[in-house]
C-alpha cells in the first residue's frame, strides 16, 4: 500500500486508473472487494444488510481484512484520508442521513422530529439560484466538412448570442442574446470548466454538509460527456494517464481529496454509486449483474425524496478507489452509434459521492454531516430524423426524450413563480424523481448547459438556451445535513453563548464593577499587600522583621477574603439583576406580540420601549405598544416622561436607579436571533469564496487578448461577487436584438 501516500497533492501527482492499475495491484483489488465482481463483491457496504427483499448476493459477509478496515482506531500517515467505515447497507446509510446516532454518551433524549428539523433549518443558508453555465464545443470535423459555419458569438460577459435565422416563411428569427454565469467558449479547456464554473465552490459545499448537483444539458453531440468525463477511450481497455482531457469529475475528485487533506480535525467517510436510466429503468453500473436487473425507485419517508433501493454503495478509502468507480461506470453505460455521435450517451447516468464527517466537539459530542456530490451526464436531446435512429437506438431516442420533456415541465413549472405551489410532475419519470431534490429542493446545483456552434444545429442551440434560462430562474434552499441530536446541541451552545453575551451586556450596562469601586479594591490591595521577600532573604531576617511580614501577609489574606464575599455578593446581585430584568423583557415581548396581533388598533410607542432603547431624542425604538388596553393605559400616557411605578419600585429595591440610571438608558435584552456571531461555521459557508484568486484576473485577461482565443467569459455581477452560489445573477431571458 505503500504506493497510495502522497496520491492526492494534485494532478500532477494523481494516479490515473490505469496508471494505478499498472503499477498498482492493491487498488484495483481493493474496487473488486468492494464492488463488481458478483462472487467477489464482499465490500463493507453490504456486509450486514439483512434487509428484506435485498438480493441475495448483497447479503455477504465481510472478508476479514474488510472488517479489519472497519477498526474506527484506525491510525493513517500524514497524507492519508481519514476514514472510518460504518459497514452500512447503502439503504441504511440513506435512511441514517436523517435519524443517525446522537451524543457519545447518548443522554440527549430523543426530540419531536418537526423540533429537530426547524433546529436543523436554522443552520441552512437562504435561497438561491441555480447555478447555470454554458459551454460551447468546438466545430467537429465532421460539420467543418460539410462546410457548417459558426451561428453562435460571444458578447462577453457571460453572455452568448445566436445569430437570426433568416427567410422561411415564418419570417425567420431575430438574433437572441442570453446570459449565464458564466459561458466556455470553444477555446476553453477542461481545467477552466473546473476552476470558473463554480464545481470547486459546490465541492466544498458537499464537504460542508449540503446535497450538491452538477448536471450536463444539451443536444447529442454537444459535448456532456466530454465536459464530464473527457472524450472517448480516456477509460477504455487502454486508459490514459493523467490528460489534460480528463473531465470534470476526473478532476472534482482530485479536488476533493485536496480539500479533505486539508480539513485535518475532521473524520471522513466516503462512498460513491453510480447508476444509469436506460428506457425508464434504473441499472446499477457498479454491480449490473449479467442480466443488468433493473432497481426500483422509492420514496423515503424519513429522507423525504426518492432513493434507488439495493443501490451498491462502495467505501472509497483513496483517490484510486473513487477513479476506480468512475471507471467502472463509464465501461459498464450504455453507449451507442447515430449519425450525429460515434459515441452517444443512451442513457442519464448519476454518479453520486457521499461525504459523511465528523468533527469532535466538547465533552466528547461529534458534530456529524451528511454532503453529498452528484455528477449527472443527462443523454442527449435527439431529433430522430437528424440521427437517423432506428430499432433499438429510436426506442432509446423515444426514451431519452421522452424523460427530458418531464425533466423540462418540472424546470418550466419551477421556474414560473405564478405557478409557486402548483404540482411539479417529478414522479412522471425516473429521471425528475432522482433530481427532484437537485431542482426545487434543499440542494444546491450548477447547470451546464452544453451548445454546439453549427448553423445545422442552430434550432438545438436555442431550445437549450432557453431550457438553462429557465432553470436559472428556479431557486432552492440549500440545506446542511446533520444529525439533528447534534444540531440540538449546537443549537443550545449557541443559546447558552447568546445568553451569556447578553449577560455581559446587562453587567456592563448596571455598571456592577463601577470603575471607582473596582479601583478602590485594586487600591486598597496594593496598598495591603506585603513586600517581596527572596526565600534566601527570609532566612536573614530578625524575628521582629518575620512578625511584621507575617502580620503583613495576614491583613492581605483578610482583604482577599472580603473581596471574595463582595464578589459573591455582587454575582447573586447580578444573578437576581438579570432574572428580573429577562422576565420584564420577557413581559414586554409578550405585550408586543398582543398589539401586533390587532391589527385595527394603531400602535405607538411605549413607555417600556423608551427606558430599553435610550434616550428620548432617539426614542424611535423598534417595540411598539397598544394604547388602548386599560392596563396599560397609565405607562403608554405617560412614556416619555415617568418610569411606571413596578419598575420604579424594583429598581429601586435593587439600587439600580440610584446606582445607573445613566447606564441604564440603552439597555436592551439582545435578541439571540440577532447574534449573528454565534451562528455556526456551517451556515456561512454561502460566503467562502469558491473561485480562484485569480479568476477576475484570468477572465480580464481573456477579454484583453484576442477574442477569438478566448476561453471564456463571466457575467458582471460575478465578477463583482465571484461566490457565485450567493448571488442572484438576473437573466435577459430570451433577450431579442432587431
Ligand atoms: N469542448 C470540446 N472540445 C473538443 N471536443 C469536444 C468538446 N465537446 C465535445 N467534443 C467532442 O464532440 C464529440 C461529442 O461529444 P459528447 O459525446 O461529449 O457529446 P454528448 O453531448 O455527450 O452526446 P450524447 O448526448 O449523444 O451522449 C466527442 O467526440 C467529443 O470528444
Redesign the pocket.
Known sequence: MSNRKGMVKGPENVKTPHNSRGTSPARSNSFKNKTTSPKKNAGPTVANNSRKGQSPDRQRKATPDRQRRRTPERKTSPDQIIVRSRGNSPMKYREENIISRGSENGSIERLDDDNLQRIIASYNQDEDNINVVV?V??L?DKEIKAGDDMVVQFPGNGQVMVDAIPGGPGGGQKARLFSYNVVFE?A?TQEDVLQYSGMKRLIEMAVEGFRCTCF?Y??????????LTG??GLFGIKAVPYSDDHGLVFRSFVYLFQLLQEHTGRTFVLKASFLEIYNEKVIDLLNPGTCRKPLAVRWSKKARGFFVENLFTVDCEELDDLMAVLEEGIRNRSVGRHN??????RSHTILSVHITSEEPSENGVFISRFGKINFV????S?MTKKTQSEGKTLEEANNINKSLMVLGYCIASLSDPKRKGTHIPYRDSKLTKLLADSLAGNGVTLMIA?ISPARSNIFETINTLRYAARAKKIRTKPVVLMDPREALIISLKREVASLQSENEYLRSALNVYSSSSSGDASERRAAQTPPHVDLEELAKLEGPQLAELVRLYMKENEALRKDNEDLFLSRDLLQRDHEIVCRENERLLKKLEEVNSSPLIPARPAFSAEILGGDQESSSTNIWTNPIPDTDNKTADNSSKQIPESIQKELDKRQIGARNNANIKGLRKPSSNDDKTHAPKIAQVKNMNLNNKGSDEESKKAEETDPMKRRFSVANPLVKNPDMFGSVISITDDEELN
Open positions: 459551454r464545443r468546438p467537429s470553444p476553453a450536463c444539451g443536444q447529442t453531440g454537444s459535448g456532456k460527456t466530454h465536459t472524450p472517448p450525429m455521435n460515434d459515441y452517444s450517451s451526464d443527462l443523454a442527449g435527439e452544453c
